[in-house]
């Protein structure tokens, strides 16, 4: 709208003509908004709240009487609060241009009382000090104006007369006689680095040389091993067939002793023990028959013996069994002696020797005394039934004992 005005963040508006004023002045401050202004009746102005700064350079007398000059900013604004507003209006609402040199005037009138109560060495030391009791003794006249400051920092001290600096070149001179003391020791300790330098230099030029002598030994050996190389390689290798020739003589050796062993030695042994095991088949044979033909002979003529006995009682006596039996006996040597002669033309494999030789006479002389036993047993049954006594003794029939 045309009569409606809006004030800037940082500015505040004055609108005088109003009968009403909600501050106790004759005009009516608006700040963050707008207010609507009546032509003609009302006028309305900015007045701006924005930061400043003001440089300030004053020549200054300290205690001592010695002129210095010290540079300073300042940095204010307007007070947001009405009453500062206010009085920075009705003083600077058409200066407000000129705002910076004002405020600076009085800073510096307030910083020349401040440093002439102060020595240079104060000053120099203590400037915060000055700083803070520039700004103290400025704070009744700037709230005055409705200016609030917000810093005040002494920049630089210039000494024309040079005090700064004399009051320096004792600090200055032993500064220097340190720094020329360090420097000497500082050479001292370069030259001492350098000779050491020099030493582990010369040290590692020694140890260069050392190693480099024996890597040209080992050089020189390697050269000399690999020369030798092909000589020995070659006797090596002679020295290796030699050994797998000798190796092989052994083993062709072993060979030639295991077939000759194989072919000839155990069939030799084999052939040996062939022929001595049938020599002593051939003995034990021969003995076999001459065992049998002795037993036999023996034994039919005990049987004969028998038979004679038994026919002369069996005659005596009449029985007619009996003569049956003699009968039978009287064909027993005949039996035997075939018996003994397929025996000896038998090819027969004996156990156990003699004693198997004379288990089998036995046995067939054995099968003929039981018949004869039996014959005999049945006519003494007889005999003793019809109350007769035998007047034959009569003898135990004979025992064969198999042996194992």
């Not at 030391?125 to 400025?138: N, T, Y």
């Not at 700064?164 to 030259?191: G, M, T």
């Not at 040996?272 to 028959?289: I, S, V």
Request: contains cysteine.
């Amino acid at each position: 709208m045309l009569f409606w005005h809006v004030p800037a963040p940082n500015e505040a508006m004055l609108i005088s003509g109003s009968k009403r004023q909600a501050q106790d002045t004759q005009f009516r401050i608006v700040t963050g908004h707008g207010s609507f202004v009546m032509p003609i009746k009302q006028k309305a102005r900015m007045l701006s709240l924005a930061l400043r700064e003001a440089e300030i350079v004053e020549d200054c007398v300290t205690q001592q009487g010695i002129r210095l000059r010290v540079r300073a900013v300042s940095v204010f604004k307007v007070g947001d609060d009405a009453v500062s507003i206010a009085n920075a209006a009705r003083r600077f609402l058409t200066e407000q241009e000129h705002m910076e040199e004002l405020v600076g005037r009085i800073f510096a009138g307030h910083l020349r009382s401040i440093v002439g109560g102060l020595t240079v060495e104060q000053i120099i030391r203590e400037r915060d000090r000055v700083a803070q009791e520039v700004k103290q003794g400025s704070h009744s006249e700037m709230e005055k104006l409705g200016i609030v400051v917000d810093a005040l920092q002494i920049q630089e001290i210039e000494d024309t007369t040079g005090y700064i600096n004399n009051l320096a070149a004792p600090h200055a001179a032993a500064v220097a006689s340190q720094a020329r003391i360090a420097q000497a020791k500082a050479d001292q300790e370069a030259s001492e680095r350098e000779q050491q330098a020099a030493a582990l230099k010369a040290e590692y030029e020694r140890d260069t040389a050392i190693k480099r002598a024996g890597f040209l030994a080992e050089t020189e050996q390697v050269k000399a091993r690999a020369a030798q190389a092909g000589p020995l390689a070659e006797a090596r290798s002679s020295q290796d067939t030699i050994e797998q020739q000798t190796a092989l003589a052994e083993r062709q050796a072993r060979l030639a002793a295991q077939r000759l062993e194989a072919e000839v030695r155990r069939p030799a042994d084999a052939e040996a023990y062939r022929q001595r095991t049938l020599a002593e088949a051939a003995r034990d044979r021969a003995k076999f028959e001459a065992d049998g033909n002795a037993y036999s002979e023996r034994a039919l003529a005990q049987a004969q013996a028998d038979a004679n006995t038994a026919r002369a009682a069996s005659l005596k006596d009449g029985n007619q069994e009996l003569i049956a039996a003699n009968r039978i006996v009287e064909n027993l040597p005949a039996l035997a002696d075939a018996a003994s002669r397929g025996m000896s033309g038998a090819n027969l494999t004996v156990l156990n020797g003699t004693d198997g030789v004379n288990d089998m006479a036995a046995g067939l002389v054995g099968q003929g005394m039981a018949i004869l036993n039996s014959l005999k047993g049945s006519t003494d049954g007889a005999k003793e039934a019809a109350g007769a006594t035998p007047s034959v003794n009569r003898k135990p029939a004979l025992r064969v004992t198999e042996s194992k």
